[in-house]
């Protein structure tokens, strides 16, 4: 028996200090990114042993590519990305992992993606690769976000998710194939991502976001180009696009603007009743304040013999909290004219609505987390120890020594303690109530919006020039690039994590720009 109460103490220690972890790592790596001190931030994830340990690896990777595309080192920035995509791909939590879970918390396994965040990697990669002229890596990317999309697609078949698909995927994708000359995948990768604003005939918003008028343009465009007359004249009619000349002579560019820090996540702890029914073959958490009720049915009612003995839950549940962040909007000065960029997506909704999707399971996972916790406290409780016989006054009595030996078994004569029971039932329910905690970790660099516009160039030498404004249309900052338009589609970035302007140049390790 003290083996299980080592091992309740073991429990706690590692639960705990993982919340600690990664709480005190958070401060310190977001202390860094805003103070633009880049080269700090990439040393504490490459040296904390939080980040080394193997459930953190995914984030170590994804962090650590964020951190060099911030520095400008595009092919380093993909280099972590593919580790941390083989990782999500590949990896399975072990059944040892899994089983300590449900005894602890959801944070001792390895680090679960968000679906938001599988697309988000495909999009950095895509944009890496686009602006490093390496087209066929860019085409292959199109293809493994494909895939995602589908996964996402497919993630609950029988109850489709509100997030169930995403704008940027698609739009990355159709520019893969529009600068490798696949107009037919570029169109319908365009098209994709347009009829997610349309539902049942009429155009809206998709996780917040209205459709922009330069996907419209590039939808039609491809439709054009392609002889698509009957798909030309409906987007036409449904979209109404006001589109301008965003090809010119020397080709065109597409701007992506990647602005603030993504949402956090923090614990939210929800408090359930539990409900009942007549018929005692299911059971109800109720939060009346929230208006949440959730039934389980027999097979959970069964299995935890009706959540016996609880009459109240409270979960640990994780939730997304928005940053604060300066900037509001672009406006980018081509040679011909000016034109504001456009919102393609806020992930402060996408990462919400992700973690709405995925609720019932959240809570479903945390009640049988809940009541396997409770399981092993009540065996605990239950654990009682023979008392001692004080009475020494027989010791040399033979004859009763001997009919004390024939009637051992009769337990019926026997006093036990049950004091045991009750300090490992306690400490069980000390470690039960420290450890329910929600899984928080998350991909720290991600921008909160990402914003996009085309424009066209002319040959030669083009200066644009990016003008950044605050809510009250103050102007806060300008940035400008320099590009030669030799007739092709460019595509480039600029990153705004606070009020600062990041550049990074598509220079290290760049492929010759082909004619």
Not at 15 to 24: K, N
Not at 119 to 148: C, F, M, P
Not at 160 to 185: A, C, F
Not at 508 to 515: E, R
Request: hydrophobic share 35%.
């Amino acid at each position: 028996m003290k083996y299980l109460y080592l091992l309740s103490l073991f429990i706690l220690a590692g639960g705990l200090t993982s919340c600690a972890s990664f709480e005190r790592y958070r401060i310190l790596y977001n202390d860094r990114i805003e103070a633009g001190n880049f080269e700090e931030a990439t040393r504490l994830i490459e040296n904390k042993r939080f980040y080394k340990k193997d459930r953190n690896e995914v984030l170590r990777y994804l962090e650590l590519g964020a951190l060099a595309r911030m520095q400008g080192d595009l092919a380093k920035s993909n280099e972590y990305l593919n580790k941390a995509d083989l990782l999500i791909e590949d990896r399975r939590a072990s059944i040892g992992s899994q089983g300590l879970a449900v005894v602890s918390n959801p944070r001792v396994l390895p680090y679960r993606t968000e679906y938001f965040e599988n697309i988000a990697v495909h999009y950095l990669k895509s944009l890496n690769y686009l602006q490093l002229n390496d087209v066929s890596a860019a085409r292959v990317e199109a293809r493994r976000t494909n895939i995602r999309l589908q996964e996402l697609n497919d993630a609950v078949p029988e109850k489709p998710l509100k997030y169930h698909d995403d704008v940027l995927g698609h739009i990355t994708m159709g520019l893969s194939y529009e600068m490798n000359g696949e107009w037919n995948n570029a169109f319908i990768a365009y098209r994709n991502a347009a009829e997610l604003f349309i539902q049942e005939g009429k155009v809206q918003p998709y996780m917040g976001v209205r459709i922009p008028e330069q996907l419209k343009c590039d939808l039609v465009r491809m439709a054009d180009q392609l002889g698509f007359a009957n798909d030309a004249s409906r987007y036409r009619r449904l979209l109404n696009p006001r589109c301008k000349d965003d090809v010119g002579e020397g080709g065109s560019l597409v701007l992506f603007w990647e602005n603030g820090q993504g949402p956090v996540k923090e614990e939210n702890i929800i408090g359930f009743d539990v409900m009942r029914r007549g018929d005692r073959s299911q059971v109800r958490f109720v939060n009346n304040s929230m208006g949440m009720e959730y039934d389980f049915g027999e097979d959970i009612y069964n299995e935890y013999n009706g959540f016996a003995g609880i009459n109240t839950v409270r979960l640990a549940l994780p939730i997304f909290r928005p940053r604060e962040y300066p900037l509001y909007r672009a406006d980018i000065k081509y040679p011909g004219g000016i034109q504001r960029m456009e919102m393609l997506e806020d992930l402060n909704v996408v990462a919400e609505q992700s973690l709405r999707d995925r609720f019932g399971r959240e809570l479903a996972n945390a009640l049988i987390r809940l009541a396997a916790k409770e399981a092993v406290e009540a065996g605990l409780r239950s654990i009682k120890t023979k008392k001692k016989d004080d009475d020494e006054d027989n010791d040399g009595d033979e004859e009763q020594k001997k009919s004390k030996d024939e009637d051992k078994d009769e337990e019926e004569d026997v006093e036990y303690d049950e004091t045991l029971g009750l300090i490992l039932g306690t400490t069980m329910s000390i470690v039960n109530a420290a450890t329910e905690r929600a899984d928080i970790r998350s991909w720290q660099t991600l921008p909160a919006e990402i914003h996009y516009q085309r424009v066209p160039l002319k040959r030669g030498a083009n200066e644009i020039r990016v003008t950044f404004y605050n809510r009250y249309n103050q102007r806060l900052e300008e940035h400008y690039l320099r590009l030669n338009g030799g007739g092709r589609l460019q595509v480039r970035h600029v990153i705004t994590p606070d009020s600062r302007v990041l550049q990074p140049a598509a220079t290290q390790n760049q492929k010759p720009v082909q004619p």
